[in-house]
């Protein structure tokens, strides 16, 4: 059984980067069978896909087109996990942050629970 | 403005069946046999409960079932239980290595 656990704060302030992490139980940031991705949520702009890790023969990541020159997915492999950093930051980048596994075409079929970020001074 | 459109809302009575729409493009829902659905209880996880169009992860109900026509998916609830009240998202990939949501569709259990 996969469970993600997310951690980071809930409040930046403007201009400053956005910091999250997601650490993996019951499989692995570096599996061949899994990508990782974020997704956020919030009323005025829905669900938004953001962008993705995995690996396969060698690290690779995907980002949206909307935050791609602001966007970051890291893995640690040491402590299995993926992290999402989203530099200048505004308050239209207040949303829930999810974590999820998944390939784009399959499904994602475990979320973490949710980070609440609010963009604020 | 979510690139996917999904009615804001629906509706059904215990027991009965309801559909969810979702419309896209020739270049998401009807270019690529991706369409995944999202049930969301707000302040869970939201919880895949379609993919590929028509396929059931493990451990979600039969009374879930997808299809697709063209450049529109739907997604639909039969035998409504109370704790099928949720939003649901539709999502399809987009090309480019890229992931399209709907705005989602509040369903209410009369």
């Known amino acids: 059984q996969v469970h993600l656990q997310q951690s980071g704060p809930g409040l930046v302030e403007p201009s400053q980067t956005l910091s999250l992490t997601c650490a993996i139980s019951?499989?692995?940031?570096?599996?061949?069978?899994?990508?990782w991705n974020w997704i956020r949520q919030s009323p005025s702009r829905g669900l938004e896909w953001l962008g993705r890790?995995?690996?396969?023969?060698?690290?690779?990541?995907d980002y949206a087109v909307s935050v791609k020159s602001r966007i970051t997915i890291n893995s640690d492999t040491s402590k299995n996990q993926l992290s999402l950093h989203l530099s200048s930051v505004t308050p239209e980048d207040t949303a829930v942050y999810y974590c999820?596994?998944?390939?784009?075409?399959?499904?994602?079929?475990?979320w973490g629970q949710g980070t609440v970020v609010t963009v604020s001074s | 403005q979510s690139a996917l459109t999904q009615p804001p809302s629906a509706s059904g009575s215990p027991g009965q069946s309801v559909t969810i729409s979702c419309t896209g493009t020739?270049?998401?829902?009807?270019?690529?046999?991706?369409v995944s659905w999202y049930q969301h209880h707000p302040g869970k996880a939201p919880k895949l409960m379609i993919s590929?169009?028509?396929k059931r992860p493990s451990g979600v109900p039969g009374r879930f079932s997808g299809s697709k026509s063209g450049n529109a998916a739907s997604l639909t609830v039969s035998g409504l239980q109370a704790d099928d009240e949720a939003d649901y998202y539709c999502s399809s990939y987009g090309g480019s290595n890229n992931l399209l949501f709907g705005g989602g569709t509040k369903l209410t259990v009369l």
């Open positions: 020739s270049s998401d829902i009807g270019a690529y046999n991706s």
């Open positions: 019951g499989d692995s940031v570096s599996s061949n069978s899994a990508a």
């Open positions: 890790t995995y690996y396969s023969s060698k690290w690779n990541n």
């Open positions: 999820a596994k998944g390939w784009l075409a399959g499904g994602l079929d475990c």
């Open positions: 590929q169009v028509s």
